[in-house]
């Protein structure tokens, strides 16, 4: 049986795990300084569905701004919602679309994403996609290595 104080903790659970692996992610990704050092990106990978009606990987670069001791952020972005999710070690999903657009963080694990054109990219532990291939052929989703994955669902719609 849940308790009220219980429930309270959810949010702040949640909250933890979204800072952790958000900023795991900057010390992983960051990319380019500002002159001024005042400024970086983080980059993300996001899948779109193209003209061609096939799924493309394209790299996004996420402004961040030096906000002293706490480090950079980015401006606020709206969610509706939050996933989690536990994948096995034989996951293995064939062309499929996203859902809905949503950005996937991994927190531990890896998987392989491979699009339309067959072109393949491999996400680790701190890695963000933006999944927007919501029409077309999709993507399809695989384990590495035979090792289970954990994953956010930040859902955008």
Known sequence: MRTKQNRNLLPSA???LILAATLGGIS???E???ADGGEKTMT???IYTGADNRSHFEDVQIPLKSTGKIGFISELMKATGIVFRETGGDYNYDFHTAPRRQYVVNLEGEVEIEVGDGTKRVLRSGDILLAEDTTGQGHISRAVAGKPRKSLFITLD
């Open 44 to 46: 993300i990978v996001r």
């Open 14 to 16: 949640i909250k933890m």
């Open 28 to 30: 992983m990704q960051s």
């Open 32 to 34: 380019a300084f500002a």
